[in-house]
């Protein structure tokens, strides 16, 4: 998860304490009736916590309920609070205690109370996680709202913890947030974009990029960003791949420097024929927001979206994967919005919506290489996606809290030692999903 509003918005849920391949089972369920609370540009911080009451009430209201079929038959099977049936690994969630791991014997392990989200960083050896500032001089925008989240880098554990970056004192007129936080590769580094707003108007005032060395404190100022959820991604440990303050071009930016190269921009001919070919008619990318390189260096390709409409109205969304002198571009069908998340040996889901706001997406799944796409069950809007280690499982977590699992199509499992069999789980707890690790 790259953006504060996702975090806040956990922290919300903590506070209240057709299928193109017949490898996936069948699954029933209902949708949730919450919207995400997701926008382009929203001011990330600026979120109301639901009282604890309250919300306990509405999650009891809106539970779905979810059936999944085995891959053999009718048969159905239901998991529940202290069972778990997924192949193998372990999964990273939080509750309204905090960050806990699930194993496949139902077993849980808490490591971070009071911790709200994570993510996997490092090579997948550290965990980066983020909780309601505990600063005093951060003072909230408004009554029932909370100004930030403070940043720790930690073992996968929980032990080693260290604060990386803590919301900053309230000065003045100006409020101050943190997005887009991501550490380097190696795990030396952070960076961000340093957000403000007005405190009376709530109007964006500035977003600038910065980078810190974690093992001496020492920060650069690395220019203007953009208002943009997805404003760079690591190139390498010293440089990254940041999108230009008017987002038009992707430029090379050292974090020890600040010099900046031009990386690629829209108006690039090969860029321009990408998504013209996934959006006939649509006329040339206005917009590109990085999204992250593969996983798998012999698969290696960096996602970036291409974006038409305007800078103000992004629309018509495009995927394009750049590696290896070879473009692929994807829009599976008609929405206009779409999002990549990366799965293991170069695998890849790609989610579409018609809106920020809409219940029900589409979901496909596909690997670098080729240009097929398979279509994958949806549910509602999936808050989160993520593949088992082996990529052979989908894992699909509702903002309800409920999760579904899914096979991964088999043409998609050749690389593997087949696509896994499993006896499906599905939970419903209010848990919020975040990672599926070895």
Not at 360 to 386: I, N
Not at 398 to 419: D, K, L, Q
Request: proline letters at 6%.
């Amino acid at each position: 998860m790259k953006t504060l509003e996702d975090r806040l918005r956990a922290a919300t849920r903590a506070a209240a304490a057709s299928v193109a391949d017949d490898s996936a089972p069948p699954l029933v369920l209902s949708p949730s009736k919450r919207h995400r609370l997701s926008a382009p540009g929203w001011q990330r911080w600026r979120r109301r916590l639901i009282p604890a009451a309250a919300a306990a009430s509405v999650l009891a209201i809106i539970a779905t309920s979810l059936a999944i079929a085995g891959g053999g038959g009718g048969h159905r099977t239901t998991g529940h609070a202290g069972t778990a049936s997924f192949p193998s690994g372990r999964i990273l969630f939080a509750d309204s205690w905090g960050l806990r791991w699930l194993y496949p014997d139902g077993k849980t392990t808490y490591i971070a109370h009071g911790f709200i989200g994570a993510s996997m960083v490092a090579g997948g050896t550290k965990l980066l996680a983020w909780r309601p500032t505990q600063n005093p001089h951060a003072r909230p925008p408004c009554g029932g709202c909370f100004a930030d989240v403070d940043y720790y880098l930690m073992n996968l554990n929980g032990s080693g913890r260290r604060l990386v970056l803590r919301a900053e004192p309230t000065s003045g007129k100006v409020q101050v947030g943190h997005l887009s936080v991501e550490v380097s590769p190696d795990g030396r580094r952070l960076a961000y974009v340093r957000q403000g707003e007005s405190r009376s108007t709530g109007n964006n005032l500035f977003d600038q990029l910065w980078a810190i060395d974690l093992a001496n404190g020492h920060k650069i100022d690395l220019g203007r960003a953009p208002s943009s959820d997805t404003a760079f991604t690591w190139g390498n440990n010293s440089t990254l791949l940041a999108e230009s303050a008017n987002g038009t071009t992707l430029q090379e930016v050292s974090v020890t420097t600040g010099r900046k190269t031009t990386y690629l921009t829209v108006s690039n001919p090969r860029i321009v024929r990408a998504y013209e070919r996934a959006r006939p008619g649509a006329g040339s990318p206005k917009g590109v927001d990085p999204i992250g390189w593969s996983t798998d260096s012999t698969r290696s390709a960096l996602a970036v979206t291409l974006w038409g409409g305007s800078r103000l109205f992004p629309t018509k969304a495009v995927i394009a994967l750049v590696g290896h002198g070879v473009i692929r571009s994807y829009a599976p069908d008609s929405k206009p919005l779409l999002t990549l998340t990366w799965g293991p040996a170069g695998r890849f889901m790609i989610e579409s919506a018609l809106a920020t706001t809409a219940v029900k997406a589409g979901l496909y799944a596909g690997m670098v290489g080729t240009s097929k796409l398979y279509r994958l069950p949806s549910f509602g809007r999936p808050d989160k996606l993520a593949f088992s280690p082996q990529g052979t499982v989908i894992a699909q977590g509702y903002e309800s809290g409920t999760w579904a699992f899914v096979r991964a199509p088999a043409a998609m499992c050749h690389t593997s030692a087949g696509c896994a069999s499993f006896r499906p789980m599905t939970r419903d707890e209010g848990e919020r999903l975040i990672a599926w690790a070895p």
